[in-house]
């Protein structure tokens, strides 16, 4: 997958993440974390699978150098869909870049790729950030459930 360039001088490059990333991805992780504190061994180790191309894309937006946020996500066969459907793992924006087309840039890049992969649909759960959702096309469909194990 080939890096978008910014489209002017104050948007960042999105692009697939690389290891020399992980420090500064794992940076922005911290932030996201609200029920889970990410450990930096655990963290390390799972980057550096989810980096290589498989079914899952991590992408970054970087800009002066500096990672201003990152999107996880995978792609899977279905019954249900009738075939391959991509699922937003994790979207995390900085809080001082929210506001400036960051996550929706790396949401439109993830969507190309997951539409280069045969995907049917894009799927996530979200808490607190369904306006921004809605906002560039989604719509809710689902509750979501966990246990923790």
Known sequence: ?????????????IRPAQFADL?????VALEFATS????KEVFAS????????????????????QIKGYLLGFDHD?????????????????KEQRRNGIGTQLV????????????ILVALATRRAAPFYAAIGYEESATYYRKLL
Do not use: K, Y
């Open 78 to 94: 279905t019954f249900f869909a009738n075939g391959r459907v991509a699922w937003i793992e994790e979207l995390m924006v900085r």
């Open 23 to 27: 420090d500064q991805v794992f940076a």
């Open 46 to 65: 799972n980057f550096c699978r989810l980096i290589e191309p498989h079914d899952a894309l991590t992408l970054v937006a970087e800009q002066s150098g």
């Open 36 to 39: 889970f504190r990410p450990e």
């Open 108 to 119: 439109e890049h993830f969507e190309r790729w997951a539409t280069s992969r045969g995907n």
């Open 1 to 13: 997958m080939e890096p978008q360039e910014p489209n002017s001088a104050t948007s960042p490059a």
